[in-house]
T-cell receptor
């Protein structure tokens, strides 16, 4: 069983709408959690990195939240743009361990 | 500054052959980590090299190996290729690596897409 579960697997939204992607993990002990954006055929690009003590971190229209007690994180995208169409990958680090979620495939339609 | 460079970008091999992929990290970065990405399995960690030493290793068979040179450039080798090795192989560089306390950035290359026929 993967220690990092992402949902939904895929999502289609209209341009301008908001959306929220989920990441649940069981990695323990926990060190940090990262969200990456990966365009098709490209390498992943870091959006946010959060440690145990951080609840919210923003990067432009992207806002990540972390609840270390429930082991849940979310990535909220505001006012989506066509360029937001990509896969979003949640990565959780433990002790000398890094676990990847399978990603959420987001499609933004005009 | 220049990003992470992976070569070749695309390659086709047949079963039983071996392949070597190259990764040049960002100047000054000493850590290079390698990942396999497939549609079914997502991103999976292969191994990390830091200052020419393998520091972490994922759960892959011994056919997958790597090394790092004194200039931090890294190579990954897959021997006796199998159809299931078809994947996008990504490398990432960072200044201090994947240590658990590290919250530094990981910079990924564009990947090498391997097709095994």
């Amino acid at each position: 069983k993967n220690q990092v579960e992402q949902s939904p697997q895929s999502l289609i939204i209209l341009e301008g709408k908001n959306c929220t992607l989920q990441c649940n993990y069981t990695v323990s002990p926990f060190s940090n959690l990262r969200w990456y954006k990966q365009d098709t055929g490209r390498g992943p690009v870091s959006l946010t990195i959060m440690t145990f003590s951080e609840n919210t971190k923003s990067n432009g229209r992207y806002t990540a939240t972390l609840d270390a007690d429930t082991k849940q994180s979310s990535l909220h995208i505001t006012a989506s743009q066509l360029s937001d169409s990509a896969s979003y990958i949640c990565v959780v680090s433990g002790v000398n361990d890094m676990r990847f979620g399978a990603g959420t495939r987001l499609t933004v339609k005009p | 500054k220049a990003g992470v460079t992976q070569t070749p970008r695309y390659l086709i091999k047949t079963r039983g052959q071996q392949v070597t992929l190259s990764c040049s990290p960002i100047s000054g970065h000493r850590s290079v980590s390698w990942y396999q990405q497939t549609p079914g399995q997502g991103l999976q960690f292969l191994f990390e090299y830091f200052s020419e030493t393998q520091r972490n290793k994922g759960n892959f068979p011994g056919r997958f190996s790597g090394r790092q040179f004194s200039n931090s450039r890294s190579e990954m080798n897959v021997s006796t290729l199998e159809l299931g090795d078809s994947a996008l192989y990504l490398c990432a560089s960072s200044f201090i690596g994947l240590a658990s306390t590290n919250t530094g950035e990981l910079f990924f290359g564009e990947g090498s897409r391997l097709t095994v026929l």
